[in-house]
C-alpha cells in the first residue's frame, strides 16, 4: 500500500515562528502536493512538486515556501506564521504515468495547524 | 478557470436510507472527474472516477455517471450504512497540463443507527 505520513497530526505554534511541516512517502511518487483545507473552501493547493528541487507555486502559495531535496520528501515551510494561517495541511503524491494528464493521488492523514 | 460546485451540508440520513450528493462542474475541454472521501481523523482517499462522458465510476455501493450535457457528477448510493459517515469531496482534473486537482467545498454525511 501506498504511505503518505506527516511528521504531526497536530501543532501549535506563535505568530512569528518559523514553521516547518513535513511529509515522507514510500512509493517513488515523482509528483508531491501540499494543500490547505478549510471549512467551506474545501482544498486548495498551496505548492506542487514534479521532480527533485522542483517546485510549482499553487493557487494560494503566498507566505510559504517548499522544498524538494529528495524523491520522497516534501517540505512546506511557513517562514513567520500567522494566524491567518490556522488550518489542516495534506500532503499527497501521485506517480507520473506517460500519456496521461491525471494519476490518482495518495494522500497523508494532515497536520492540524494552530498559530496563536 | 476550473471550478466545482457541490451542495452544502450536512446531509443527515438513517441507516439504510439513499443517498445523492450533486456535483457541477465548469471546466474548458473534457476534465476527469472524481469523488475522495474523507473519514474522521485521515485524509482523502479516492472513491471512484470518470474519465469521459457518460462513464460511470463505482465503488463500495458508490456510483456517479459523468454527464457532459448538464456538466454533473452526483454520488449515488442505493442504502447507506453508519460507517459511509464522512466528507465527500468531488473533483476534477483539467485534461491539459500538470496534474492538479480542483476540488469543490467537500459535503458531510451523516448516517444514524
Known amino acids: 500500500d501506498v504511505k503518505v505520513t506527516q511528521s504531526s497530526r497536530y501543532l501549535v505554534k506563535r505568530t512569528g515562528e518559523k514553521v516547518f511541516l513535513e511529509c515522507v512517502q514510500d512509493?517513488?511518487?515523482?509528483?508531491m502536493f501540499w494543500y490547505r483545507q478549510d471549512p467551506g473552501l474545501g482544498l486548495r493547493l498551496i505548492y506542487f512538486s514534479y521532480d527533485v528541487k522542483m517546485k510549482e507555486k499553487g493557487d494560494i502559495p503566498e507566505g510559504y515556501s517548499v522544498s524538494r531535496e529528495k524523491k520522497e520528501r516534501f517540505s512546506l515551510i511557513l517562514e513567520s506564521a500567522s494566524t491567518n494561517q490556522t488550518s489542516m495541511y495534506l500532503c499527497a503524491s501521485s506517480s507520473l504515468l506517460a500519456g496521461t494528464t491525471y494519476n490518482e493521488q495518495f494522500f497523508g492523514p494532515g497536520t492540524r495547524l494552530t498559530v496563536l | 478557470g476550473d471550478s466545482v460546485t457541490q451542495m452544502e451540508g450536512p446531509v443527515t440520513l438513517s441507516e439504510e436510507a439513499c443517498l445523492t450528493i450533486n456535483c457541477t462542474y465548469t471546466a474548458t475541454g473534457y476534465p476527469s472527474l472524481f469523488w475522495y472521501v474523507q473519514y474522521p481523523g485521515e485524509g482523502l482517499q479516492l472513491l471512484l472516477k470518470a474519465t469521459k462522458a457518460d462513464d460511470k465510476g463505482s465503488n463500495k455501493g458508490f456510483e456517479a455517471t459523468y454527464r457532459k450535457e448538464t456538466t454533473s457528477f452526483h454520488l449515488e448510493k442505493g442504502s447507506v450504512q453508519v460507517s459511509d459517515s464522512a466528507v465527500y469531496f468531488c473533483a476534477l482534473s483539467g485534461n491539459t497540463g500538470f496534474q492538479k486537482l480542483v476540488f469543490g467545498t467537500g459535503t458531510r454525511l451523516l448516517v444514524s443507527p
Open positions: 512509493m517513488d511518487h515523482e509528483n
